[in-house]
């Protein structure tokens, strides 16, 4: 018997022998009614107000990523669209936006709050429909927290005063703000809030695949009956950003998605007076100690990387396991991910969506592939995929070393790669040897443990005995590749202010 074995012989008493999850229960189809949400064949640009024909006369094609159907067509803005966009952005702060109260800025936000509350439903069925996410997903995470947050900024608009105890705040200007396909509708949440609460305008590019819910949104600015040109959006590929990044009459730069388009930006507006803040790649650890709440550590390890996908930046992708418990862990993680559902996003009971794209798919494929390469483990959830659309299976990988390109890489699908320690000394030490530095997760018995731990761990999230949990009263952001500057909470006004 090896000593691993022995440290968890009491578990071996309680605990069921291997359990054999071979006949998954099955559930008969629960999918959410698409019935009501209309998508119109062709999208515009949303500037000064109104929905306009983009200037460059050409659009794309957005697509469902679980049927590979068009949804509709969307207009792909050029230089002058871009120009356009930031001249209304421009308008509207020297003539309304910057001359409001703060108290008078936040009744609009409270508004696009309560409306985006009550077409939550239609939200997040768009949000699934072209991002490939779970409809349980959209429906419990992504759109109640964009509700939460134009809630909360809101009520700091006319509490700027207060915030940083003896300066005062003064707004930017336009805010040039770029997100990304993982949290379509809440990463422009997280942008446009605070933006608008601190007194800037705004002019927001969602992704290219995932551009829909961020017009829908635009549908409720107009409706709130917002100024025009407080909030523009247009949409296009990464051509259109680095336009919006250049462009001379911007004041602000808020990006969020690869380190390597982040690098670009940051070099792009090099020696210029505008402001910038970066939410990038990660890498995180998840560590377990021999003596944290196993089932409780073997949800939040799921949770952690196959929640949306694995497209999460800070998501729980490198597992540090104390030898003590490590066996144990690993025959749960396989019995666990037997039970995950993959597939029809739509259907209330799916666990696990579609890729967001062929592009993605082809990432994690190859990143896999090397981990097969270099020798490691593989696990994987046995179910069919379906035929049409971007899939793959949740899988983790065991026996991986610390140069495995598995544990060095983002790969931002769903995919783990478990690695083990003996001290906390050496948890932490392998924790932080990456690049980036998001988030991390400590799971053990002793509180004392999780501050001395996290103390020690170089990312700017840390959970304990969680993973993957958000509000937006709290601070996020990394350290290193992973960015800087922080989003959501106090801390959240300071990339929109300047203090006086
Ligand atoms: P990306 O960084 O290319 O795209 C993110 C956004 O930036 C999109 O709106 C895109 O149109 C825009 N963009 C692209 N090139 C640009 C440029 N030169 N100037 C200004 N804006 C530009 O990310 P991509 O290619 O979709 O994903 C690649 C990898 O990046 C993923 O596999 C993942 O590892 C990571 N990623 C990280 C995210 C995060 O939340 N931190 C989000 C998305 C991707
Ligand atoms: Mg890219």
């Known amino acids: ?65 679980a049927t590979e159907e068009t949804l509709t067509e969307i207009a792909d803005a050029n230089d002058a669209d871009v120009d356009a966009a930031v001249k209304a952005a421009r308008q509207a702060y020297e003539k ?6 703060g108290s008078e800025r936040a009744k609009y936000i409270f508004r696009i709050a309560r409306q985006l509350q009550e077409k939550a439903r239609e939200f997040a069925i768009v949000e699934t429909l072209n991002g490939g996410k779970p409809i349980k997903e959209a429906r419990d995470i992504d759109i109640p927290l964009a509700v939460a947050h134009f809630f909360y900024y809101a009520g ?90 250049k462009h001379p009459d911007i004041n602000k730069v808020a990006f969020t998605g690869s380190t390597e388009v982040g690098k670009m930006i940051q070099r792009s507006i090099a020696g210029s007076k505008k402001r910038l803040t970066l939410e990038l790649g990660g890498k995180a650890a998840n560590i377990i100690f021999n003596d944290a709440p196993i089932d409780q550590a073997i949800e939040g390890i799921i949770n952690g990387i196959y929640f949306n996908q694995g497209h999460v930046c800070c998501a729980g992708s490198r597992l540090f396991v104390q030898e003590g418990v490590a066996d144990i862990v690993i025959r749960k993680l396989q019995d666990r991910i037997q039970t995950l559902r993959v597939g029809n996003p739509l259907d209330k009971n799916t666990d696990i969506g579609a890729i967001n794209s062929k592009q993605q798919l082809q990432k994690i494929q190859e990143l896999v592939q ?28 065991t026996g991986v070393a610390q140069s495995n390109r598995i544990a060095q890489e983002e790969i931002f699908g769903p995919v783990l790669s478990v690695l083990t320690f003996r001290t906390p000394e050496e948890a932490v030490e392998k924790a932080n040897n990456t690049a980036y530095g ?24 840390i959970w304990g005995n969680t993973y993957n949990k958000f509000d937006p009263a709290s601070p996020f952001g990394g350290y290193k590749e992973s960015g800087f500057g922080r989003e959501g909470g106090l801390q959240g006004l300071m990339p929109y202010v300047e203090l006086v």
């Open 438 to 461: 998001l988030s991390a997760g400590v799971w053990t018995d002793k509180g004392s443990k999780i501050f001395k731990i996290s103390s020690q761990l170089k990312a700017g999230v």
């Open 96 to 101: 309304y936006w910057s001359k409001l109260p």
């Open 156 to 245: 700091w608009a006319d509490k700027l005063d207060f915030a940083f105890p003896g300066r005062k705040t003064r707004p930017l200007g336009v805010a040039g703000q770029i997100i990304p396909w993982n949290f379509p509708l809440l990463m422009a949440a997280w942008k446009i809030a605070p933006a608008l609460a601190c007194g800037n305008t705004v002019v927001l590019k969602p992704a290219e695949t995932t551009p829909l819910t961020a017009l829908l949104l635009a549908q409720v600015i107009q409706e709130a009956d917002l100024p025009p040109g407080v909030v523009n959006i247009i949409t296009g590929f990464g051509k259109t950003g680095a336009a919006l990044v």
């Open 1 to 65: 018997m090896t000593t691993a074995e022995k440290k968890v012989t009491r578990l071996e008493v309680v605990e069921p022998k291997h359990l054999d999850f071979g006949k998954k229960w099955d559930y008969a189809p629960s999918p959410e009614s698409t019935d009501f949400v209309k998508i119109a064949p062709r999208h515009e640009l949303f500037i000064g107000g109104k929905f306009t024909k983009p200037k460059s006369g050409s659009y794309f094609k957005t697509i469902n990523p």
């Open 370 to 397: 090397t981990g097969v390469d270099e020798g490691c483990k593989m696990h994987q959830t046995a179910c069919e995929l379906p035929k049409k659309g971007f899939w793959f299976a949740p899988t983790f990988f």
